[in-house]
């Protein structure tokens, strides 16, 4: 987590994280999970949000220009239906490194590359994977793709009619 801190941090661009509670009591919530002084150091840049948060409302606001997500079905079907590309940071769920693949190669997010063997990964590469999505030159057309990919996951009444047809 504090490598994914510092790799935020260091992309300069503004944000929002929201960090939810581990479902365990034992584990450590985001005093534990992010750098000390983090948040003192990017106030101006961002602020860390604890429990639960109005993603898609946050989502839908015009200054979100990306969604670094834990590659959660619902969290990708809520971001690109409201076009918005992903930054895509997998899980520990054996679907959610699948769900991120996919979502690279149809060309609306891009995955933060990880080491295979043991999954680290390295903050200069987070800066580097949220520029691109957010604001480089290279990233405009994932950001053209999951705008348009927009007219299939923000359609409501198409959604309404695949889940009423599937549950027959």
């Known amino acids: 987590m504090h490598e994914l801190a510092f790799g935020v941090e260091k992309s300069g661009l503004p944000f929002i994280w929201v960090m939810r509670k ?11 999970m992010i750098p000390t002084e983090f948040e003192e150091r990017v106030s101006k840049q961002g602020m860390v949000l604890r429990g639960w948060a109005p993603q898609v409302r ?21 971001s690109l239906g409201l076009g918005k590309p992903l930054i895509l940071f997998h899980g520990g769920n054996a679907d959610f490194g699948l769900i991120a693949r996919l979502m690279h190669w149809k060309k609306v997010g891009f995955e933060i590359e990880r080491n295979d063997a043991d999954g680290s990964f390295k903050r ?34 198409e959604q309404v009619l695949v889940r009423v047809y599937s549950s027959n």
């Open 22 to 32: 581990p479902p365990l009591d034992e584990e450590p919530f985001a005093e534990d």
């Open 58 to 78: 946050i989502l839908a606001h015009s200054s979100v220009g990306g969604f670094l997500t834990h590659c959660g079905w619902n969290s990708v079907i809520e």
């Open 124 to 157: 200069d590469l987070v800066a580097a994977c949220i520029k691109r999505v957010m604001v480089d030159p290279e990233g405009e057309q994932l950001r053209a793709n999951a705008l348009a990919i927009k007219e299939i996951f923000g359609n409501v009444k």
